[in-house]
T-cell receptor
Framework: EAGVAQSPRYKIIEKRQSVAFWCNPISGHATLYWYQQILGQGPKLLIQFQNNGVVDDSQLPKDRFSAERLKGVDSTLKIQPAKLEDSAVYLC???????????FGPGTRLLVL | QKEVEQDPGPLSVPEGAIVSLNCTYSNSAFQYFMWYRQYSRKGPELLMYTYSSGNKEDGRFTAQVDKSSKYISLFIRDSQPSDSATYLCAVLNSNSGYALNFGKGTSLLVTP
């Protein structure tokens, strides 16, 4: 069974630029999560989707971050404009639904200069 | 106060040692308690989960939850160099969504 795929794996941008990350969850998984992991910290939820709909985006900085999940499968997370403090690993995870095990992708490592 | 507190370490032990990793949490509403392992430059992977209080064993790994003291533990017996990783505790309240609340993670190094 293929795992959660993410791209790109690494991205370096300058502050005020925009960047987008892509996630392809495990086939059949209804729930998709985006987490932000700053160096030395545990992952922090940014947004949770159930199929096409947003379940929780309370910690998403909506003035600069946006996310969508088209057709209930793939998802993109965008940052515009980026700030220095956005430097982190962005992890995508998926699960069948409910509290079921969340499977994480390898993450996208973002460095904002 | 953070939802989950975890000593970041680092923790260095010789091969074969028993390792004890711990977390405390603040909200008694949490019902699911999980341990994730994260190797360098990889995503976290679930090691074990426990529902409510009690113990759970899986091979060399034992997870314990004490809800009365809001304390969760992971024990690793006969530790191996391949166990070297960051261990993240996480808690979940299924009544308020299914997002995981993670601790900072403890970095473990098992030396041969």
């Amino acid at each position: 069974e293929a795992g959660v795929a993410q791209s790109p794996r690494y991205k370096i941008i300058e502050k005020r630029q925009s960047v987008a990350f892509w996630c392809n969850p495990i086939s059949g998984h209804a729930t998709l999560y985006w987490y932000q992991q700053i160096l030395g910290q545990g992952p922090k939820l940014l947004i949770q989707f159930q199929n096409n709909g947003v379940v929780d985006d309370s910690q998403l900085p909506k003035d600069r971050f946006s996310a969508e999940r088209l057709k209930g499968v793939d998802s993109t997370l965008k940052i515009q404009p980026a700030k220095l403090e956005d430097s982190a690993v962005y992890l995508c995870a998926s699960s069948l639904g409910g509290w079921e095990t969340q499977y994480f992708g390898p993450g996208t490592r973002l460095l904002v200069l | 106060q953070k939802e989950v507190e975890q000593d970041p370490g680092p923790l260095s032990v010789p091969e074969g040692a028993i390792v004890s990793l711990n977390c405390t949490y603040s909200n008694s509403a949490f019902q699911y308690f999980m341990w994730y392992r994260q190797y360098s430059r990889k995503g976290p992977e679930l090691l074990m989960y426990t529902y409510s209080s009690g113990n759970k064993e899986d091979g060399r790994f034992t997870a314990q939850v004490d809800k009365s003291s809001k304390y969760i533990s992971l024990f690793i017996r006969d530790s191996q160099p391949s166990d070297s990783a960051t261990y993240l505790c996480a808690v979940l309240n299924s009544n308020s969504g299914y997002a995981l609340n993670f601790g900072k993670g403890t970095s473990l190094l098992v030396t041969p």
